[in-house]
């Protein structure tokens, strides 16, 4: 029998700097972003007799919040250019191919402890189907924002492009409520992420952490979709 140290693995370079700038990104505004977006919802008190300044006013709060979603549209803009010249750097998983729905539950009935093990892939098809509904939840959150934004100036160039959002959806409480609720959609999702890219890094060893850094991932066995790299 092999030891550890007689493990043979293989290095697979798939991740570019655009998709790993702005996976780091993404990490930074969404914390920024729901952070901000709980203490719009309801403000802190200052328990004071007296009028008191703090830095923690809620037009700073505002500002953070409206700076931090301008700052991840565009990286979600470069994540889209990063997917045009980059052929790692897949939005989407390929739904038009039979062999993706074998594979996705086949991994599920791994992580639901019913399948000993699942095959090597360079992509997790069920992350990979996972982060398709991370982005339709982000595209939500983008347009009721920017509809509640420029909600009082309609005439402007953004009012035009969102104005309809709020008249589609009967008012503008209407996209403050499915804002607030997809922003805690977002959060479980990313803690239910953190936790499966620390289960792959040490319990499967993937290298799932050390990829977002280096692009690059080091496996023992020849992942299934290695072809697709070619």
Not at 36 to 61: A, C, H, N, Q, R
Not at 126 to 139: D, E, I, K, T
Not at 163 to 179: A, F, P, Q, R
Not at 180 to 194: D, E, K, M, Q
Request: net charge neutral.
């Amino acid at each position: 029998m092999k030891s550890v140290k007689d493990v043979k693995r293989k290095e697979y370079y798939i991740f570019s700097p655009f998709l790993r700038i702005f996976h780091w990104i993404m990490v930074v505004m969404i914390l920024t972003l729901f952070g901000t977006g709980l203490l719009i919802t309801k403000p802190m008190d200052v328990m004071s007799p007296e009028p008191t300044y703090t830095m923690m006013s809620m037009d700073l709060v505002r500002d953070i919040h409206f700076i931090a979603a301008f700052i991840f549209c565009a990286a979600f803009i470069l994540r889209i250019y990063g997917f045009i010249i980059n052929k790692g750097d897949r939005l989407f998983p390929r739904f038009w191919e039979g062999h993706f729905y074998s594979e996705t539950v086949e991994v599920a009935l791994h992580y639901m402890l019913l399948k000993p093990h699942h095959s090597p892939f360079l992509r997790n098809p069920l992350a990979r189907a996972s982060y398709a509904g991370l982005y339709v939840m982000v595209a939500i959150e983008i347009l009721t924002g920017f509809a509640m934004y420029f909600m009082n100036s309609p005439n402007s160039t953004g009012g035009l492009l969102f104005g309809w959002v709020n008249t589609i959806l009967g008012s503008e409480m209407m996209s403050h409520y499915i804002h607030h609720y997809v922003a805690w959609l977002i959060i479980i999702f990313a803690i239910g992420h953190f936790y499966m890219v620390l289960r792959a890094e040490f319990m499967e060893g993937e290298s799932e952490v050390s990829s977002m850094f280096s692009g690059k991932k080091i496996l023992a066995h020849v992942p299934k979709d290695a072809n697709e790299l070619d």
